[in-house]
Structure formats: structure tokens, C-alpha cells
């Protein structure tokens, strides 16, 4: 069953980031569809679900992947201010990010070193803070 699938899949594109972002689009817009009754709705989850198993199933690997490219540079902004703020949701759990009182520059300090002076590196004003 396995080797079937693999043989199925030989010289055709998988999965991308296009394809993932449409499979998502299409099952939360049949969800919403299932909620509102919605017929737009639910027509644009099947053109989503289509569209991911065409391209998924395709052998236009060079189309495919000049698609997916378009949709990793319109998305460039937005995805590299979400990974932003996850780096510094996770940084958050060890470090402290204090602004400078004169200059505001943010200043990551490790956490658990108890009452110690902070040098600005900015304009070197110094401060004491709580890690
Ligand atoms: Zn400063």
C-alpha cells in the first residue's frame, strides 16, 4: 500500500507551503460555511480542497514551484514578523527585556540574577533592575 503510493507519487510536486495554507483555508472556510450555511462559503473550501490536490498531484513541478515562490514572497512581511514575536515569546521565559530609561533601546538581561546594574550599551547610562 505504502510502495503504491510512493510509486503514485513519483515525478509529482507535494506538498508546499501553498499547499498547506490552502488546505487550511479550505477547512476553515468549511467550517464557517457549516455554521452561516453559507453556499459562497462552502464553494470557496472545494476550490481551496481542489486546488491543493491538483497542485499536491501535479507533474508541472516547475509551475508549482514558481507558484509556491510567489506565495512565500507575497507572505514575506507577515511571516517574518509572526516568527518575530514567537523568538520573543520564547526568549521571554529566560531573559527580561528592559528599555533604557534615557534611551529606550531594549536591553535583553538573563532572568534569576537577582538585583543587579544594567548598563545601557546605547548611550551607557546605568540602572538597577530586578532579573
Ligand atoms: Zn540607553
Known amino acids: 500500500m505504502k510502495e503504491k503510493l510512493i510509486r503514485f507519487m513519483y515525478g509529482r510536486y507535494g506538498i508546499d507551503s501553498l499547499c498547506r495554507f490552502t488546505l487550511i483555508a479550505g477547512l476553515v472556510s ?3 460555511a457549516g455554521w452561516n450555511d453559507s453556499m459562497l462559503l462552502s464553494l470557496l473550501s472545494w476550490a481551496c480542497i481542489i486546488l491543493t490536490y491538483f497542485r499536491m498531484f501535479s507533474r508541472n513541478i516547475y509551475k508549482r514551484s514558481a507558484e509556491n515562490q510567489w506565495y512565500l514572497n507575497k507572505t514575506y512581511k507577515l511571516r517574518s514578523a509572526f ?9 521571554r521565559r529566560t531573559h527580561h527585556i528592559y528599555k533604557c530609561p534615557s534611551c529606550r533601546q531594549k536591553i ?5 540574577k537577582g538585583r543587579i546594574e544594567i548598563r545601557c550599551p546605547k548611550c551607557s547610562a546605568t540602572f ?3 532579573s
Request: glycine fraction near 4%; aromatic fraction near 4%; charge should be positive.
Open 30 to 32: 468549511m467550517l464557517l
Open 83 to 91: 516568527y518575530r514575536q514567537k523568538n520573543l515569546l520564547i526568549q
Open 108 to 112: 535583553r538581561i538573563p532572568r534569576g
Open 128 to 130: 538597577i533592575k530586578k
